[in-house]
């Protein structure tokens, strides 16, 4: 199994800063790499695949970098919106998705 | 637009049997992989089963195999869970998930249903 981890667990930043979310997998996942993200009480929301690419709808301050086993998720100039927690999801090993913890993104 | 309703969620005891079902509206349904993904309370994701979407070829994960069964009925837009054999480690929402196009990453999410075990 691809074991995800992400850091930091939580991380508190203002509105308006730039919040930097990271996921690390045990092997190579190419750039089969999802992000989504879910806010309480709701379900989760695709916000980016194939490690760079923003699905449909989703804001320009959004931007996903990285390959193989490291990734990264910026947020360039965070809303009020964006307090949520956030997972990524590796699909290399399609169908046996596994996804990250999470990183909680709260308002500092 | 696409939209998964999920329902069937419930309480049931320990040993229990339940039916979760997904009807889908928006694309078309039979092009695409279909998979349930739960959640248990406080915690993160966790892949329970995908289905094809022709429905011939089935996975589970190692947690659910032998005791859930995915299937789904093409000509009426619906996706199943067939439960048996619960136990409180089943305790969780359950969301229904459509893939996107080949075998990639899950793209629309349900809004999810509740299973509780409990007796």
């Known amino acids: 199994e691809i074991v995800m981890t992400q850091s930091p667990a939580t991380l508190s930043v203002s509105p308006g800063d730039r919040a930097t979310l990271s996921c690390r997998a045990s092997?190579?996942?190419?750039?089969?790499l999802a992000w989504h993200q879910q806010k309480p009480g709701q379900a989760p929301r695709l916000l980016m695949y194939?490690?760079?690419t923003r699905a449909t709808g989703v804001p320009a301050r959004f931007s996903g970098s990285g390959s193989g086993t490291e990734f990264t998720l910026t947020i360039s100039s965070l809303q009020s919106e964006d307090f949520a927690v956030y997972y990524c999801?590796?699909?290399?090993?399609?169908?046996?998705?596994?996804f990250g913890q999470g990183t909680k993104l709260e308002i500092k | 637009e696409v939209q998964l309703l999920e329902s069937g969620g419930g309480l049931v005891q320990p040993g229990g049997s339940l039916r979760l079902s997904c009807a889908a509206s928006?694309?078309?349904?039979?092009?695409?992989?279909m998979s349930w993904v739960r959640q248990a309370p406080g915690k993160g994701l966790e892949w329970v089963s995908t289905?094809?979407?022709?429905?011939?070829?089935?996975f589970y994960a190692d947690s659910v195999r032998g005791r859930f069964t995915i299937s789904r009925d093409n000509s009426n837009n619906t996706l199943y869970l067939q439960m048996n054999s619960l136990s409180a480690e089943d305790t969780a929402v359950y969301y229904c998930?459509?893939?996107?196009?080949?075998?990639?990453?899950?793209?629309?999410w349900g809004q999810g249903t509740l299973v509780t075990v409990s007796s």
């Open positions: 999801q590796q699909y290399n090993n399609w169908p046996r998705f596994t």
């Open positions: 092997e190579s996942v190419s750039s089969k």
């Open positions: 194939g490690a760079s």
């Open positions: 928006g694309f078309t349904f039979s092009d695409y992989a």
């Open positions: 998930a459509k893939g996107g196009s080949g075998n990639s990453q899950v793209d629309y």
């Open positions: 289905i094809s979407g022709s429905g011939g070829s089935t």
